[in-house]
């Protein structure tokens, strides 16, 4: 798997939108993105996934740069229930389901 | 639609005793995943299923851990003897054959190795 780099958390005020970096600078040209988040005492949850085009769906979008070196998820509206470990996966190949978690980063959404 | 089910949620075992995990996946996923979290870490890969065939246990410490997905619906994992340093949360997670890096993953189960 491409290494991916995140801080290891971030703050982010209820209804503002949270930014969510990861560096993935070894990324090769057919490996895609992956983002999901852990909520705690939950499992992980998959939220978004993306090859070089920016993504949208009903919970976030994914922002890739051009030279797909890094990426941003971006959570519009954040709510007090977007407090989660979000982990940026870039896996060896697509749909081996070999998915490697890092430390992810820890959003705080605060009131 | 029903999510992934884990059962039991919750387990606190003597080291030296046997424990068994289950996992019911979600309904025509092919593939199934074993992870286990420890505490403030990411899942880590244990074993993936497609169908009944285990095709990745690379991660899987077979001394003491062993697996089974019978008629390739639900799945078992089992630890024994259990040791303290296996406290940790068991993860199941379950996926459409060929979009193996979309997985919808059950709460888990939280074991306790007194």
């Known amino acids: 798997d491409a290494k991916t780099t995140q801080p290891t958390s971030m703050d982010c005020a209820e209804g503002r939108a949270a930014n969510l970096p990861c560096n993935h600078s070894?990324?090769?040209?057919?490996?895609?993105v992956y983002w999901y988040r852990q909520i705690h005492s939950q499992g992980p949850q998959y939220i978004i996934h993306g090859l070089k085009n920016n993504e949208t769906n009903e919970m976030a979008s994914l922002i890739i740069t051009e030279d797909r070196k890094s990426s941003t998820l971006i959570l519009p509206h954040a709510t007090l229930r977007d407090t989660a470990v979000y982990y940026c996966i870039v896996p060896l190949s697509s749909n081996t389901g070999k998915l490697i978690f890092g430390q992810g980063t820890t959003l705080q959404v605060k009131p | 639609e029903a999510g992934v089910v884990q059962s039991p949620r919750y387990k606190i075992i003597e080291k030296k005793q046997p424990v068994a995990f289950w996992c019911n996946p979600i309904?025509?996923?092919?593939?199934l995943y074993w992870y286990r979290q420890n505490l403030g870490q990411g899942p880590e890969l244990l074993i993936r299923y497609e169908n009944e065939e285990a095709v990745d246990d690379s991660q899987l410490p077979k001394d003491r851990f062993s697996a089974e997905r019978l008629k390739g619906v639900d799945s078992t994992l089992k630890i024994q003897p259990a040791e303290l340093g296996d406290s940790a949360v068991y993860l199941c997670?379950?996926?459409?054959?060929?979009?193996?890096?979309?997985?919808?993953f059950g709460a888990g189960t939280r074991l306790s190795v007194l």
């Open positions: 997670a379950s996926s459409l054959q060929g979009l193996g890096n979309i997985q919808y």
């Open positions: 070894t990324i090769s040209g057919n490996e895609y």
């Open positions: 309904s025509g996923h092919n593939t």
